[in-house]
Structures are given as C-alpha cells and as structure tokens.
C-alpha cells in the first residue's frame, strides 16, 4: 500500500500535471508540481528531504559495513587489526576504514568534473567482484556434480539443461566483460575491478588469511 501511495501515486500526479517528455528536462519534477500547485518553497522542501535520506543512508552504510569488516575479521577472513573494539564495543577499525572510503568518493567529485561518470565508475567497478562468486558457484556446481554422479543420478530434483547452462551462464558473463570493454564509460571500472580485486588477494595471501579455514577435498 505505501508503495502505491508513494511511488505509483506520485508518478500518477506528476504526470497528470505535466507531459511525460518534459518531466525532468526543466528541474526535478517534484519541485515543479509543488510550484505548479502554489508551494513555492518546494526546492527547499524537497532539497531537505533528499538530504536527510542521503545522511541516513550514510549512517545506516557506516554501521552496516563496520560491523561487517568486525564479523569477517573475527572470522579470520580480514587483517585482525579490523577487529579492534572501544570500550563501548564500537568496532573503530572498521568504522574508521568505511569513512576512508566514503572519503575517497566525496573527493571523486572533485576529481572528475561529471558526476554521472563517477557513478558509472563506481557502480561498473563493483560488476567484477560480484562476477566472481557466480563464476565460483558455476564451476563448483559442475566439480559436484562429477564427484558425485552415483548419488546424483537418483535424486528427485534435476537440474534443467545441466551442465549446458552453467556453459553458457559463464559465457554470458564473459560477454558482459567484453562488452564493459569496449564501452568507453565502463572500461575504466573493469580496469579498477580487476586492479581491486589483485589487491584484495594480495591482502589475502600476505595475512596468511588462506591458512584458516581451509576446504577439504570432497568425499564420497
């Protein structure tokens, strides 16, 4: 219900008021339509409520990755330093590191003139690691499967266009990094994703973080 009142309600009323190719090519749109009904305080209004939502994503991003970098470097998977705790139990470490990088991307907007670009870098920059836990799950489904062909062949679930799937999963990803390539806006993030995640396993393997936890050979 909210969703309908907020979002389809307000798309609703705008359009109502305004032709769907001019909506936005003059200012927000909100601010038009309270200005087009008499509130001419609607920038201000508006500007305010755009703001209190990007402080509260922020602070909701701090705690959220604070206690994440904390849980993973409990778990031996991060630098124990990003464990470290005040005495009111603040993980200071992580938090510490999470306003560094915030950092780094408030200075990106002075750095590249185009704020779009630096969104587009940002957001393309991550499209490589999140590739590679898919690429992880399609091979290893495959490497199951044919350790244990006996076991599989007479489960009840089965997996539909298997192992053709995964083949072409995989080959579609692919094509997606080719494609990020030759994008002239995208290629500059595909080279900080491959930098990032270098520098992610240099980390790794200079902590010794691969000696805990180690996976064992599967067994039949």
Same mark, same amino acid.
């Given at each position: ?19 769907? $190719? ?24 508006? $500007? ?10 922020? $602070? ?6 604070? @206690? ?40 990106? $907007? ?76 995208? @290629? !500059? ?7 990032? !995640? ?12 691969? @000696? ?9």
């Amino acid at each position: 219900m909210r969703i309908l009142i907020f979002y389809v309600g307000a798309i609703f009323v705008i359009v109502t008021i305004f032709p769907w $190719n001019e909506i936005g090519s003059n200012g927000s749109p909100f601010v038009l339509t309270f200005a087009k009904i008499g509130i001419t305080a609607a920038a201000g209004i508006i $500007n305010f409520v755009v703001l209190t939502a990007a402080l509260s994503g922020c $602070n909701s991003g701090m705690y959220s990755c604070g @206690r994440m970098l904390y849980a993973l470097a409990k778990n031996r998977q991060l630098p124990t330093a990003m464990a470290k705790v005040s005495r009111h139990g603040v993980p200071v470490a992580g938090v510490a590191v999470s306003i560094a990088i915030l950092l780094i991307g408030s200075c990106l $907007n002075y750095i590249i003139p185009n704020p779009q670009r630096v969104f587009v870098y940002v957001y393309s920059a991550s499209v490589l690691p999140g590739m590679v836990p898919w690429f992880v799950i399609l091979i290893s489904q495959l490497r199951f499967r044919r350790a244990h062909k006996a076991a599989i062949a007479s489960h009840p679930f089965r997996s539909i266009l298997f192992p053709w799937a995964n083949y072409v999963t995989m080959a579609f990803l692919i094509c997606v990094l080719i494609g990020m390539y030759f994008n002239e806006d995208t @290629r !500059m993030s595909l080279f900080v994703g491959i930098i990032f !995640m270098l520098a992610v396993t240099a980390i790794y393997k200079i902590f010794g973080l691969n @000696r805990h936890g180690k996976a064992h050979k599967l067994e039949e």
